[in-house]
């Protein structure tokens, strides 16, 4: 059963962080002709399936999974920049926001602490919400900052994290809610993967899943699933939210060195 707004009709955050691809930008079909585009530039064929499997995955862990795939490991690092170069010539041709995203974020600029933890590389993220008109509205932009391929790193030393590793690992959904100045259980995140929802919920927020349900209508430990953001019961919810510490719309661009 999908799970409803019910389960967090009595609870409010206090910070909310929010995906980037599927969720505030519908850059998930971008992704999707960029693998396709990578594929043909060496003559494979994408593996049944593969769309699915691959969806919120980090970049350089799809080039890999591409190359497994379709029994042409040695491709790995070659297939990884084809991906991204594809992805990058799309999303600065075509940029999209997802139905009710900016409607819902500048409805919240201001109120609460707002951020974005993504999978993808930091110029992607900034770009694709620059040409959107909603970076400003961002206090925090949270991108993995150690190689996919060394995800056992440890990721603090001391106080000062050292690493942020991708989701599915909780790092950029706990940086987030820190720099946000809330416990990670007091915030809420926006997520329209699987990967993405476990990330957040082993970080320890609560997490509303929108857009169309992944294959098999599994959500995970999703809290709750919407079809998008401006659906009637997220804007009733959102209203009824109190007005929490934020520090507005700032331009603090928060990137590993600083973190």
């Given at each position: 059963m999908t799970p409803t707004l019910r389960t967090l009709s009595n609870w409010s955050p206090e910070a909310v962080v929010f995906d980037c691809d599927g969720t505030l930008m519908d850059t998930e079909r971008h992704w999707q002709d960029a693998r396709n585009r990578a594929f043909r530039e060496f003559g494979l064929l994408p593996p049944p399936g593969f769309a699915e499997r691959a969806k919120g995955v980090h970049y350089v862990d799809c080039g890999r999974l591409m190359a497994e795939e379709t029994n042409k490991p040695e491709l790995a690092v070659e297939l990884t920049a084809a991906l991204l170069g594809h992805f990058l010539a799309l999303v600065?041709?075509?940029?999209?926001?997802?139905?009710?995203?900016?409607?819902?974020?500048?409805?919240?600029?201001?109120?609460?602490?707002?951020?974005?933890?993504?999978?993808?590389?930091?110029?992607?993220?900034?770009?694709?919400?620059?040409?959107?008109?909603?970076?400003?509205?961002?206090?925090?932009?949270?991108?993995?900052?150690?190689?996919?391929?060394?995800?056992?790193?440890?990721?603090?030393?001391?106080?000062?994290?050292?690493?942020?590793?991708?989701?599915?690992?909780?790092?950029?959904?706990?940086?987030?809610?820190?720099?946000?100045?809330?416990?990670?259980?007091?915030?809420?995140?926006?997520?329209?993967?699987?990967?993405?929802?476990?990330?957040?919920?082993?970080?320890?927020?609560?997490?509303?899943?929108?857009?169309?349900?992944?294959?098999?209508?599994?959500?995970?430990?999703?809290d709750a699933w919407v079809t998008a953001l401006d659906a009637p019961e997220v804007q009733e919810w959102m209203r009824g939210w109190p007005a929490g510490a934020s520090p507005g719309a700032v331009q603090d661009h928060q990137r590993g060195k600083s973190l």
């Open positions: 600065s041709e075509d940029p999209l926001t997802m139905p009710g995203a900016c409607e819902f974020v500048r409805a919240l600029s201001g109120r609460l602490p707002l951020a974005v933890a993504s999978n993808c590389p930091l110029e992607v993220v900034e770009e694709s919400l620059g040409r959107a008109g909603l970076r400003r509205h961002f206090g925090h932009v949270i991108v993995p900052m150690v190689p996919p391929e060394e995800p056992d790193a440890p990721p603090r030393d001391g106080e000062r994290p050292q690493v942020v590793r991708p989701k599915p690992w909780p790092d950029v959904y706990a940086t987030a809610a820190r720099l946000c100045g809330v416990l990670p259980e007091a915030a809420l995140a926006v997520e329209d993967s699987l990967t993405g929802v476990e990330s957040a919920w082993r970080a320890g927020l609560r997490v509303l899943g929108v857009g169309p349900l992944p294959d098999g209508d599994e959500t995970g430990h999703a």
